[in-house]
């Protein structure tokens, strides 16, 4: 569905129009920052497309439930500007203002249109996607992916880590390069699971964590203005004369010696060997999470920090790498933190329950889910996370506690869902969607 500033006052009429009933899930982005490719304009509806697809592949919604949109609100990248044979609206991005009002036509349109309908925001700029979280979470039934997704699919990955390592959250010292939505999400969410898991509270978790953006170490005395997103986490105990010397990564490693690195900077290989080789000497098992994608943006290669630190490392990255064999014979497969491992299952469940919104404990809950489905055998193999494969499996689960965490909370509402958990997990599975093939079609896999 394509949306623009031509439309507005009809958005509700365009829905309707579509024809589409029992809606479940829209994926809807404005393009602005697709991925590590930037301001893609309308361009950038492949990524609500994808994701929609995911949710058919991962989750069982049914295809015809599941609507891909893209509001077109302009781009700002000049070779769009200047393309006749560029499809969306040829001018500078609209002003808040404009973006706002839109945003608020499409929410309420889909209120009324499809009731029924979970909304995923998917790559919209830093400077609307906290600020759209806090406008609408509360209002409608919706969540972020970059931020909330992320987070609780890296939280549940790192508390895996966790329980190889030994150290509790507390004694871990957190360097994050990036503070951008996917940094935050990534530690509010840890904070969150952390506090849950170990009996503590988020406020000592948030203690964990070191960010690091452009111009070094967040801190409170660094003499910046720093963005709300980033205030949560700034250092109040760095001095300003220290402040003036942690500018850059290397220089905030060794002055805090880390234990665990997340890399989501999205600019490329940054953990060197010297910056790996100094967690490594912090702790015995130092956690190693470079999670920028594409490949080419990951802050190490995981074969490398596999031998920087003598198999040591436990690892998930953002993208897909293959398993290093160590000179001892020891074959390590890195995990990958993949948002695909949660948001299908909270909107399946999501879709099921339809809580007028979705607070942050139904996205805790998913966390906990996938946490606890990575099994011993997982995790003496060093794995993070369950296989991938089984998707369709880990996405009812992931669905059926989310269910029931509405439930806790009092927010469900299809009274019809039963409150055992093995009897709706059945209820979950019934309503995934299989496609069938006539069985006169041969459908070749390649492997
Ligand atoms: P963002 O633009 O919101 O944040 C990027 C952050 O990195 C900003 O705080 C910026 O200041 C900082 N940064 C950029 N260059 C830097 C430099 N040279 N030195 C220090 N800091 C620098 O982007 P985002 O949405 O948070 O995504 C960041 C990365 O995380 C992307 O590469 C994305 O692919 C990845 N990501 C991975 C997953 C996943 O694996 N599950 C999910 C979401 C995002």
Request: charged fraction near 20%; charge should be negative.
């Amino acid at each position: 569905m394509y949306l623009s500033k031509h439309m507005k006052g009809q958005f509700a009429h365009v829905m309707k129009d579509m024809h589409y009933h029992d809606v479940e899930i829209i994926v809807i982005t404005d393009g602005s920052r697709i991925l590590g490719l930037g301001d893609l304009g309308s361009n950038g509806v492949g990524i609500s497309i994808g994701k929609t697809s995911l949710y058919v592949a991962g989750a069982g919604i049914h295809p015809m439930r599941a609507i891909p949109v893209v509001m077109d609100c302009g781009t700002n990248t000049e070779k769009y500007l200047t393309d006749k044979n560029y499809l969306g609206t040829r001018e500078k991005r609209l002003a808040d203002e404009t973006f706002y009002s839109l945003m608020d036509e499409f929410m309420e349109g889909v209120k009324e249109v499809w009731p029924t309908a979970v909304i995923q925001f998917e790559d919209f700029s830093n400077n609307h996607c906290f600020d759209m979280l806090e406008r609408y979470q509360n209002k409608y039934r919706c969540f972020n992916d970059d931020i909330q997704g992320t987070g609780a699919v890296v939280a549940a990955g790192f508390m895996n880590a966790i329980r190889i390592s030994n150290l509790p959250p507390v004694q871990q010292r957190v360097v994050v390069f990036g503070a951008g939505s996917a940094a935050v999400g990534v530690c509010t969410n840890i904070a969150k699971l952390g506090a849950r898991l170990y009996n503590t509270s988020v406020e000592e978790v948030m203690k964990i964590f070191y960010l690091v953006d452009t111009k070094g170490l967040v801190t409170t005395t660094r003499g910046d203005k720093l963005a709300a997103h980033k205030v949560p986490f700034a250092r109040t105990d760095v001095t300003e004369e220290q402040s003036k010397t942690l500018t850059d990564l290397l220089s905030v490693v060794k002055f805090v010696k880390p234990t665990a690195l997340l890399g989501l900077g999205g600019v490329g290989p940054v953990f060197t060997e010297e910056i790996v080789k100094i967690a490594a000497a912090a702790t015995p098992r130092p956690i190693i999470f470079p999670l920028s994608n594409p490949t080419s943006k990951s802050e190490c290669i995981p074969e490398d920090a596999y031998k920087w630190t003598d198999g040591k490392a436990l690892i998930a990255s953002g993208s897909p790498f293959p398993s290093t064999t160590l000179s001892d014979g020891r074959v390590l497969t890195p995990s990958q933190g993949n948002n695909l491992y949660v948001f299908p299952g909270i909107g399946l469940g999501c879709a099921m329950c339809m809580p007028d919104h979705i607070p942050d404990e139904l996205l805790i809950a998913a966390s906990a889910s996938l946490n606890t489905l990575t099994l011993p055998e997982h995790l003496e193999a060093g794995m993070l996370y369950p296989p991938l494969k089984d998707i369709h499996a880990i996405s009812a689960n992931i669905a059926t506690d989310v269910i029931l965490e509405a439930m806790r909370l009092g927010i469900n509402k299809a009274p019809e869902l039963p409150t055992e958990r093995a009897a709706l997990m059945e209820v979950v599975k019934s309503r995934q969607w299989v496609p069938h093939y006539p069985e006169d079609i041969v459908i070749e896999v390649n492997e």
